[in-house]
């Protein structure tokens, strides 16, 4: 698909209560891995290197807690704006912020093609957001859209049914979606009371006021709007299974620790993607620095020492200048590797508060650091503990357990 060749901003209404869901926060501001909803779907707009404005449209109470999320995860681009007692009015709001001088809000420069997305749609990515824009600078709206999963029917005032619509015809209106600003700023203009009120479609806008006919656009499953509280769950799980793919294990250069780092490697690498490097951590090495910047939030780190605080102090003072903390826990696992012909268990009392103060310390900058002790007695049992060091990884890694964090587990 060609790049953008218009000016593009987005609104991202997020002035909702979350009544369906029910809970003592709006869903927006609900955290998943420790970031709120809504800081993922900014996140998601952000990222897309052409759009240039993001209004995030929250009620008046919210304001100031919209500011400091913004300020927390270092969101860019970001105007933030009040809404109104409905999605329309919130929409509009956000609208107004590039046509009209407001009080509060400066005027932004006015966008060809606007994009419209839920707060609570954390998924979004840029190849649908593409789709839309395009769609909608040729057809002047553009909205995603899904198949419908249950059949739509009506019911009569008695209470039975009506009639039901042929659902092979039908589909399910979701977000992002996308507009000419003159059309949909237009549209909202000339809407009655009973829209903005009632109104539950930008799409149906367009087409009433301004005989826009929308392309619409096939979506992926993932653009479905949070709305009742197993939403969150599966969200936090969508994101957890993301965070999940890839694991960096890095060695220093003796024989014994590259064997295990090798071994853990073909344990692993059948379930999630492997980068393994083998370095002295003293040298800033640009290949970390390469992983840092490919979006890796698991590190697995295997030495030989008792407890090589320098090295891992490093490998943090790393991640917390690569900024990768910032949005999501990264997974940081101190493989200690013990090698003694006597079975007897070589880590001390000492050792294990070490670790635990260590992780409760960098657990402040959303770094997570469990142990793992690999013991090699003889070459024939290693396979059998690596095997059992790789599971457990993976299960660190999926879980993303806070609590567990400093615990040395025994593979
Ligand atoms: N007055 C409103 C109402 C809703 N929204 C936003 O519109 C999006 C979609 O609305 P919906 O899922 O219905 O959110 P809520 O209205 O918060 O949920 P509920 O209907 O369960 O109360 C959400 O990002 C929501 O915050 C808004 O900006 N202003
Ligand atoms: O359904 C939609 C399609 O336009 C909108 O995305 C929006 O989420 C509707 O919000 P509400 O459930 O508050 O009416």
């Given amino acids: 698909m060609e790049p953008v060749s218009a000016a593009v901003s987005a609104v991202l209404p997020a002035g909702g209560s979350g ?73 509009f709001n956000g609208l107004k912020v590039f046509a009209e001088n407001q009080s509060s809000n400066r005027l932004l420069q006015k966008p060809e093609v606007v994009i419209i997305h839920d707060a609570v749609r954390p998924f979004v990515e840029e ?18 859209i899904r198949p419908l999963v249950s059949t739509v029917i009506a019911s009569g005032e008695d209470g039975c049914l009506d009639h039901s619509l042929e659902r092979a015809r039908y589909r399910a209106s979701e977000m992002p979606q996308a507009f000419l600003f003159d059309v ?20 149906h806008l367009a087409l009433k006021y301004c005989k ?49 780092g090798f071994l853990l490697h073909e344990s692993l690498k059948s379930q999630v993607k492997v980068e393994a490097i083998s370095i002295s951590l003293r040298k800033n090495d640009s290949h970390l620095q390469n992983i840092f910047s490919g979006e890796c939030y698991n590190f697995l780190c295997i030495n030989d020492k008792e407890y090589a605080t320098e090295e891992i102090q490093q490998l943090v003072d790393m991640l917390e200048k690569s900024n990768i903390p910032l949005l999501y826990p990264v997974i940081l696992i101190l493989v200690h590797l013990s090698i003694s012909e006597n079975i007897s268990f070589s880590i001390g009392l000492e050792e294990l508060t070490k670790i ?3 992780a409760r310390e960098v657990k402040k900058k959303n770094i997570l650091v469990y142990g793992l002790l690999i013991q090699c ?25 806070p609590e567990l964090i400093g615990q040395l587990l025994v593979a």
């Fill in 127 to 144: 190849d649908i957001l593409l789709k839309v824009v395009t769609a909608a600078k040729e057809h002047g709206a553009a909205g995603a």
């Fill in 19 to 91: 009544e369906r869901l029910g809970g003592a926060t709006p869903k927006q501001f609900c955290g998943l891995q420790g970031r709120p909803l809504v800081s993922y779907a900014v996140r998601a707009m952000e990222r897309v290197s052409w759009i240039s404005d993001i209004i995030v449209v929250v009620s008046p109470e919210n304001i100031e807690t919209m500011k400091s999320i913004v300020e927390k995860y270092g969101h860019k681009r970001v105007t933030v704006v009040k809404g109104g007692i409905t999605r329309h009015r919130s929409i």
């Fill in 184 to 203: 949909i700023y237009e549209a909202y203009q000339q809407c009655t009371d009973h829209d903005l009120d009632y109104g539950t479609e930008c799409l």
């Fill in 212 to 260: 826009t006919n929308a392309k619409l656009v096939e979506g992926t499953a993932d653009l479905w709007k949070v709305t009742y509280k197993r939403d969150l769950y599966a969200a936090e799980s969508i994101i957890k299974d993301n965070l999940s793919q890839q694991i960096c294990i890095i060695t220093d250069l003796k024989e014994a620790v590259a064997q295990v």
């Fill in 377 to 401: 007695k003889d070459h024939f049992s290693l396979q059998e503990t690596v095997n059992s060091a790789a599971a457990l990884t993976m299960a660190l890694i999926k879980d993303r357990n």
């Fill in 356 to 358: 635990k103060k260590f």
